[in-house]
């Protein structure tokens, strides 16, 4: 199941549009007392002349199924259309549903009873976690996406690389390396891991011409990184930001280099454990300052130094 939300201006177009459709059935009419789409394009009209700084108080929302799905009874599409609605926080507002077979048509007032217009901030997440509800509530095939429960998510092949495949019957070079970059990326500890990795794989990661990071094959093919791995922004920032990447045009010109190993760190002493430095300079003062201070050396060694040559000071 998937979602498409859009803003606009009018209600009598786009309730035109989703009632010309032959096939068109309404199927819900919320806070309109009507399903006449003339007169319900009117009364969201004016509802929506309460608010002054919404300029467009349409929100039309598409909701279909995958084409392997079943198909759902009214009273299921019923509830997925008031399941959509409430999530959105739009229960109280005008709304007109009308179902055009596999998919479902939600015409919205954001302008709600209070005059104020709903802000749907977001709200493509928002309809993304509804449709995996629903999807679990129905039993339908859930589709991969950033909010699915299966990490191995990808933005995948763009829709110009899929035309190209199309048009010369050669695999996109996103669907050719794929999978191997999302494996080593999984394995590797590092960024220095991932691109020994994907050297061996015949892969070399650079910057792009704009920004970004971007997977290049010995042919100078390339893909971008953020298709290929199922990883966030921020994710990806904190493996690869201290890696020193050439550009696209100077990924196989030099040889992999790999950045330094951190040397290591240095252990703390223990009491125990400090090692015992003979210092000249430090026992002759502590004898001197002993004479006025009424202490023993030993003494003043131990408050310097904080180790055991306070007690040999006092043995002497």
């Known amino acids: 199941m998937v979602s498409k939300g859009l803003k606009g201006r ?17 199927l ?31 929100y039309h929302v598409a909701v279909r199924l995958a084409p392997t799905d079943r198909r759902l009874t009214d009273s299921e599409w019923r509830d997925v259309a008031t399941t959509m609605l409430n999530e959105l926080g739009l229960a109280d507002h005008q709304a007109v549903g009308v179902l055009h077979g596999d998919h479902l048509h939600l015409v919205v007032n954001r302008v709600g009873p209070d005059g104020r217009a ?22 339908l095939r859930e589709v991969e996406g950033p ?58 990661l650079a910057r792009g011409d704009r920004r970004g990071h971007v997977v290049v094959g010995r ?4 893909a971008s990184l953020t298709r290929l791995v199922p990883a966030g922004p921020d994710e990806r920032r904190a493996r690869l930001g201290g890696l020193q ?3 696209v045009v100077e990924a196989w010109a030099a040889p992999l280099t ?15 454990e400090r090692p015992r430095t003979h210092i000249p300079g430090v ?24 180790d055991d040559r306070g007690d040999r000071e006092r043995s002497r």
């Open 10 to 26: 009018g209600f009598g177009g786009v309730l035109r549009y989703v009632h010309a459709d032959p096939v068109a059935r309404p």
């Open 28 to 58: 819900l009419s919320q806070h309109l007392g009507t399903r006449a789409p003339r007169e319900a394009a009117r009364l969201m009209a004016t509802t929506a002349l309460a608010s002054a700084r919404c300029r467009q108080p349409v």
């Open 118 to 139: 709903a802000p749907l901030r977001h709200d493509y997440a928002a309809r993304e976690q509804v449709c995996r509800v629903l999807e679990a509530r129905y039993g």
């Open 147 to 204: 909010h699915s429960g299966r990490r191995q998510w990808r933005r995948g092949e763009t829709d110009g690389e899929r035309r190209q495949a199309a048009r010369t019957g050669r695999q996109s070079m996103t669907q050719r390396i794929g999978p191997t970059v999302a494996q080593a990326w999984a394995d590797a500890r590092d960024g220095a891991d991932l691109l020994r990795r994907l050297d061996a794989a015949g892969l070399r």
């Open 219 to 222: 042919d100078g093919r390339c």
């Open 245 to 247: 990447l050439p550009l």
């Open 258 to 272: 790999l950045p330094a190993e951190p040397a290591p760190a240095r252990r703390a002493w223990s009491a125990g």
């Open 283 to 306: 026992e002759r003062v502590a004898r001197r300052v002993a004479g006025h201070v009424g202490h023993t050396s030993g003494d003043i060694m131990q408050q310097i130094l904080g």
